[in-house]
């Protein structure tokens, strides 16, 4: 039986990878919110408390695992949030909160964990923004491709046997849409002279809550990838981040002028 630990189980991408490991792995699945434990433990599955806003949360929660197995086939790192609005609005403190959750908590909960994973893998959640940069949402392309850069020298350097792959989804029709909205009220709010572009994003957000790809299809890549001899560093899924990965190879000012056209038709 494989031991499973993933984070950010409770919601969206995360909660569909846990049930379906539920089903017939050991899964370490981690949570933040305590009115979630016990529908964990329902699941069949070992609830795990971490904070990726507090480094030491993370160790106590790698500690845990650590009491409860001395072996990790795969590493599902999945937990995040979304930082938008205007970058020169945007307190500094919401964008090193940004880097805390989506990059640095991954890398010191993994880094704690790597004697466990020696023969195992390790698959970030990673992003199609990871690929560059979308208006009003920079912080959470830097903080993605952050990660995807750091966990690939990781393995490049390591002279354990551990794999690293990336999975950068396009747009995925989750709650964390409407989440983000909620939680960059403020800063959506506070954007003075880009009211139209502000709520042009609100709309986008909400759209994509139930027009983005279905998340089933993101837990069959997972799996497909899990069960992989020798699978790839890096894998897309819709047609979206595919186009984003396509852009991304050409010189940044087109980028940029392609960017600024799209956005110019849409504030029409």
């Known amino acids: 039986m494989k031991t499973i630990v993933i984070t950010g189980s409770t919601s969206g991408i995360g909660k569909a990878i846990t049930e379906y490991y539920a089903k017939n792995c050991r899964v370490f699945a981690g949570y933040r919110n305590e009115d979630y434990m016990q529908s964990l433990k329902e699941l069949g599955v070992i609830?795990?408390?971490?904070?990726?806003?507090?480094?030491?949360?993370i160790k106590q929660a790698a500690s845990f695992i650590k009491s409860q197995t001395?072996?990790?086939?795969?590493?599902?790192?999945?937990?995040?949030?979304?930082?938008?609005?205007?970058?020169?609005?945007?307190?500094?403190?919401?964008?090193?909160?940004?880097?805390?959750?989506?990059?640095?908590?991954?890398?010191?909960?993994?880094?704690?964990?790597?004697?466990?994973?020696?023969?195992?893998?390790?698959?970030?959640?990673?992003?199609?923004?990871?690929?560059g940069i979308f208006p009003?949402?920079?912080?959470?392309?830097?903080?993605?491709?952050?990660?995807?850069?750091?966990?690939?020298?990781?393995?490049?350097?390591?002279?354990?046997?551990?794999?690293?792959?990336?999975?950068?989804?396009?747009?995925?029709?989750?709650?964390?849409?409407?989440?983000s909205i909620s939680e960059n009220t403020v800063s959506i709010n506070n954007s003075t002279g880009f009211e139209k572009e502000m709520k042009f994003m609100v709309k986008n957000a909400r759209r994509n809550q139930t027009k983005g790809l279905d998340v089933s299809k993101v837990v069959d890549l997972v799996v497909q990838i899990d069960n992989m001899k020798n699978p790839k560093t890096s894998y897309t899924i819709g047609l979206d981040a595919k186009a984003a990965e396509i852009i991304s190879h050409l010189p940044q000012d087109w980028i940029n002028a392609i960017i600024k056209f799209g956005l110019k038709r849409r504030m029409i």
């Open 47 to 57: 609830p795990f408390f971490i904070n990726m806003s507090n480094p030491d949360s």
């Open 70 to 131: 001395d072996r990790i086939d795969t590493l599902i790192n999945v937990a995040g949030c979304v930082v938008a609005g205007v970058v020169e609005n945007i307190e500094i403190k919401r964008i090193y909160d940004q880097f805390q959750v989506n990059t640095f908590s991954h890398l010191d909960f993994s880094q704690r964990l790597l004697n466990l994973l020696e023969g195992g893998r390790i698959i970030n959640i990673s992003s199609m923004a990871s690929f």
């Open 136 to 179: 009003f949402v920079a912080p959470y392309c830097a903080s993605k491709r952050a990660l995807d850069i750091l966990f690939n020298s990781m393995m490049l350097e390591t002279k354990r046997n551990i794999k690293v792959i990336s999975v950068k989804p396009g747009v995925i029709a989750t709650p964390l849409w409407e989440k």
